[in-house]
């Protein structure tokens, strides 16, 4: 536990229940983001990752229970207070298109209080600059993505809420959004990302939530969710020529996935799986090549999914 | 309401950037010309007065075009966003979402004063220069047209922000748009001269029937313009006759008033409580 951690959390959500004319959307969620963190949000589509963000936007209120975002209700009287320290990225993001990206900028920073000055930075940032005085017209899905995280970022919000940040960027720009979201965390903001981009998550992120079905799954740093759901490690031996069969063979213990001339996929309990590569070496057999996969957040995911709904 | 400014001045810049204002006042300015060009034709340069000709011809294109053109900037203001997913992104900042109703109202109904002034100015100017002969009265008439004609926009802009509020597609909106512009405009005189023919002068006396023109914004609107000035109702022929003395300017213009707060309030009520 940081320190940070005791913090009065800036985005917090208190057995929150929505229903919409009887069809309830979010079962019992109780979850918080503290300072610094970076959390993310993950669930199949209609999970409830966006009522979520709606919620604590106070652009909807809950049937039930309490949400609070920096200390206030975001859909009570203090609102505009709580969103002046907010930024939003929504998941589908448009701008009128006859004006230019400067335009939509200075539009967006008159509106959340601020000069004009730090637009440019921002605009350089996302690498618009270039395009600054172009009509959004023009621009690619990219490019208003990222017109999309500049205005998100006017003001330097303590909280940011992005619903799939990264579709539409190349990996270059993938990896410096990520870069820029890692120097905010540096400063003290809390992020909340709800995404589909689960490999790109996993190394980057303080902590991942899973929703289904409008249920809260699971709610832990990456190696909580790993140790809780306890599932195998994947190893694959690449051995010397048509050997692969008898190193099966004498695989005890672990469960055999897949024999193919050279190579066999097994599973084993994460936990054991240095007992194993111990014995590996003892097969007698000639291994050319040892790969471990620990069970990654697709998979972790794809647990979660299938897992029993609390009723 | 520096929210509200900003919003209004986006509405008004993107009505100039995407050519709706210039085709909007184009084609209010080449319909008024053609009325007035022509219009001087057949009462010729004997007696009549060209400006009051023209007042009577404005009111009456106004009746039609003006209501058409308010309802189709304001059925998409609210649900048209919502699809588009902007409105989502506007709330999301430090705003009262009144700000947001009024902010595009405002600027809706600079663009479509901007369109009436111009577009109609340009037929008084034509009239300036051709050097016509008048009084000041029948000036004051033009520019009440003018005036009034905005408000009319502004109560249909009112009408179109309400549908836009309640529908929850944009096609429904359309249709239901398309709907009342008939309804206001086409229907509801017929139905009322049938309802009047029908019931043959027994049932509907002279108090129910002023309260079902004021029901209308356009019978407001034709009644403040073609049977306020006395000049103009002289060239109106019947439609001057109903309810001449029944109803002062100030209460024609109270009226459409009304139908400019009435829609509006209802709809930035309906709005705050809307889940987007």
């Keep these: 536990m940081t320190d940070r951690a005791t913090e009065q959390p800036n985005l917090e959500l208190i057995k929150a229940v929505k229903r919409y004319d009887g069809l309830q959307v979010l079962h019992d969620i109780s979850f918080s983001v503290s300072p610094g963190q970076v959390v993310a949000l993950v669930g199949h589509n209609g999970a409830g990752k966006t009522t979520i963000m709606k919620l604590l936007l106070g652009l909807i209120r809950p049937t039930e229970g309490t949400v609070r975002v920096l200390g206030h209700d975001p859909a009570g009287s203090n609102a505009a207070e709580a969103r002046l320290g907010m930024g939003f990225l929504p998941e589908t993001v448009s701008f009128p298109v006859n004006m230019t990206g400067r335009e939509i900028m200075n539009f967006y920073a008159r509106l959340k209080r601020q000069g004009r000055k730090a637009n440019d930075d921002l605009l350089e940032m996302v690498g618009l600059a270039d395009a600054a005085n172009r009509r959004v017209k023009t621009y690619s899905k990219g490019m208003r993505q990222r017109l999309g995280l500049a205005q998100a970022l006017i003001g330097s919000p303590r909280v940011l809420l992005l619903d799939e940040p990264t579709t539409g960027l190349d990996p270059t720009l993938r990896r410096s959004f990520y870069d820029t979201i890692m120097s905010l965390k540096d400063d003290g903001v809390t992020v909340l990302l709800a995404s589909h981009a689960l490999s790109e998550l996993e190394t980057r992120v303080d902590r991942v939530a899973i929703m289904s079905n409008g249920h809260l799954m699971a709610d832990g740093s990456m190696a909580e969710l790993r140790q809780r759901a306890s599932l195998p490690a994947r190893i694959r031996l690449t051995t010397g020529d048509g050997s692969a069969a008898m190193a099966a063979e004498r695989l005890q213990g672990a469960v055999i996935r897949h024999v193919n001339g050279r190579t066999v996929e097994f599973d084993c309990p994460s936990e054991d799986k240095m007992e194993l590569v111990r014995r590996v070496t003892d097969l007698g057999v000639t291994i050319e090549d040892i790969e471990i996969e620990l069970p990654n957040l697709d998979r972790i995911y794809e647990l979660y999914q299938q897992a029993e709904l609390p009723s | ?276």
Excluded: C
């Excluded at chain 2, 249909?156 to 512009?181: D, H, N, Q």
């Design chain 2, 1 to 276: 309401m520096n929210a509200l400014l900003a919003i209004a001045g986006q509405e008004i810049r993107d009505g100039f950037r995407n050519k709706w204002i210039v085709a909007m006042t184009l084609l209010m300015a080449g319909f008024a010309l053609t009325l007035t060009l022509l219009g001087s034709a057949p009462t010729g340069t004997v007696g009549a007065n060209s400006l009051l000709v023209t007042v009577v011809s404005l009111s009456s294109l106004t009746i039609f075009l003006v209501p058409l053109i308010a309802l189709m900037l304001s059925y998409d203001a609210v649900i048209g966003e919502v699809e588009r997913g902007t409105l989502l992104l506007l709330l999301s900042y430090p705003l009262a979402r009144w700000h947001a109703i009024g902010g595009k109202f405002l600027g809706h109904l600079s663009v479509l004063t901007f369109a009436t002034v111009v577009g109609y100015g340009s037929a008084g100017a034509v009239l300036l220069i051709q050097g016509t002969e008048t009084e000041t009265g029948n000036w004051f008439a033009f520019g009440a047209v003018i005036g009034s004609s905005v408000l009319l926009g502004a109560a249909f802009l009112a009408i179109g922000y309400l549908i836009s509020t309640v529908v929850k597609e944009r096609a429904t909106a359309a249709g239901i748009a398309v709907s009342v512009w008939l309804l206001f405009v086409l229907i509801y005189d017929m139905a009322l001269l049938g309802l009047l023919v029908a019931d043959g002068g027994n049932g509907i006396g002279p108090t129910l029937f002023n309260a079902l023109l004021l029901a209308n914004p356009t019978d407001a609107y034709r009644l403040f313009n073609l049977a306020g000035f006395e000049g103009v109702a002289t060239f109106t022929g019947t439609i001057g006759l109903t309810a001449n003395a029944e109803f002062s300017p100030l209460v024609l213009l109270g009226v459409q008033f009304g139908w400019i707060v009435v829609p509006l309030g209802l709809a930035t009520w309906l709005f705050q409580r809307k889940e987007i």
